[in-house]
């Protein structure tokens, strides 16, 4: 059964590292929401995420978790089962 899941912050360390974990099990339709802020080294974060971006189970979405606009977007446009929030802000 595929699981539907949205990380915020996917992009940082734990979020990366969490990202790499599901997509070796398998199963997961995983979508990421970060906005590479300067909190730490926005290069750092493209890295964490270079290897993600060719996988058809992972898809990026560049964005400010403040933006009650944009995730009311994202939210009406996925059905996800799970949120796992890892933003900073």
């Known amino acids: 059964m595929l699981r539907r899941i949205l990380i ?4 940082g360390f734990i979020g990366s590292h969490l990202v ?6 398998g199963n997961w339709d995983i979508t990421v929401v970060d906005d590479f802020n300067d909190f ?14 060719s996988n058809p189970s992972y898809k990026l979405i560049e964005c400010d978790i ?4 944009k995730l009311t977007e994202i939210f009406a446009k996925n059905k996800f089962d799970v949120v796992v929030h890892l933003a900073a802000r």
């Open 8 to 11: 915020t912050g996917g992009a």
């Open 20 to 25: 790499d974990r599901l997509l070796s099990e």
């Open 40 to 53: 730490y080294d926005p290069s750092i974060k493209r890295a964490n995420v270079s290897a993600h971006l």
């Open 66 to 69: 403040r933006d009650s606009g």
